[in-house]
């Protein structure tokens, strides 16, 4: 069974720039997890789907940061612009009647 | 605030004796609780949960234990191997599908 696909693994941009992250989650999984990590942290909850529904959202720094899973399977996450601070790595996790799975990650650097 | 702490940032222990990680929560209403263990350039990686109506759940090596009244849990990894060498992560939820609060994580290595 394919984990959850995260893309790209790596990305480095210039603040003030956008950027976009890709999730595909595993088959069949309801609920969608994005986190992010700094660095010496533990993964904090950025948004969680069931399904297409956005369910909580509100650690989510709506400003500068979206997110849509349409049709309730893949889903984006997105920074526009984005700045020093947001340089962590970024995880997508989905879960069916169990526990979460993560993907791999995206590290984003803003320089 | 930190709902989910884990005080250790390391651990070094010998290869075959035991290793035990610690985590204490301060959130009553978690009933869920899962230790995950990353490798560096992975995501994390589901090793065992527990829920709140149980005080213990052995997989293997790897065994959990949940003390409720003193708002702790710890892993069991006996016997320990190079292989467990890793970031292990504490972490809660509220039910099934909630979100999951995340300790800070502790560096064990298992020495040969």
């Known amino acids: 069974e394919a984990g959850v696909v995260q893309s790209p693994r790596y990305k480095i941009i210039e603040k003030k720039q956008p950027v976009a992250f890709w999730c595909n989650p595993i088959?069949?999984?309801?609920?969608l997890y994005w986190y992010r990590q700094n660095l010496g942290q533990g993964p904090e909850l950025l948004i969680r789907?069931?399904?297409?529904?956005?369910?909580?959202d509100s650690q989510l720094p709506k400003d500068r940061f979206s997110a849509e899973r349409l049709k309730g399977v893949d889903s984006t996450l997105k920074i526009q612009p984005a700045e020093l601070g947001d340089s962590a790595v970024y995880l997508c996790?989905?879960?069916?009647?169990?526990?979460?799975?993560f993907g791999q990650g995206t590290r984003l650097t803003v320089v | 605030d930190q709902q989910v702490k884990q005080n250790s940032p390391s651990l070094s222990v010998q290869e075959g004796r035991i290793s035990i990680l610690n985590c204490d929560y301060t959130?009553?209403?978690?009933?869920?609780f899962l230790w995950y263990k990353k490798y560096p350039a992975e995501g994390p990686t589901f090793l065992i949960s527990?829920?709140?109506?149980?005080d213990k759940n052995e997989d293997g090596r790897f065994t959990v234990f949940l003390n409720k009244s003193a708002k702790h849990l710890s892993l069991h990894i006996v016997p320990s191997q190079p292989g467990d060498s890793a970031v292990y992560f504490c972490?809660?939820?509220?039910?099934?599908?909630?979100?999951?609060?995340f300790g800070t994580g502790t560096r064990l290595a298992v020495r040969p």
């Open positions: 996790a989905s879960k069916g009647n169990t526990e979460a799975f």
């Open positions: 088959s069949g999984h309801n609920t």
């Open positions: 789907y069931e399904n297409e529904e956005a369910v909580d």
């Open positions: 959130n009553s209403m978690f009933d869920y």
């Open positions: 527990i829920s709140s109506i149980k």
């Open positions: 972490a809660a939820g509220k039910s099934s599908g909630d979100k999951l609060t």
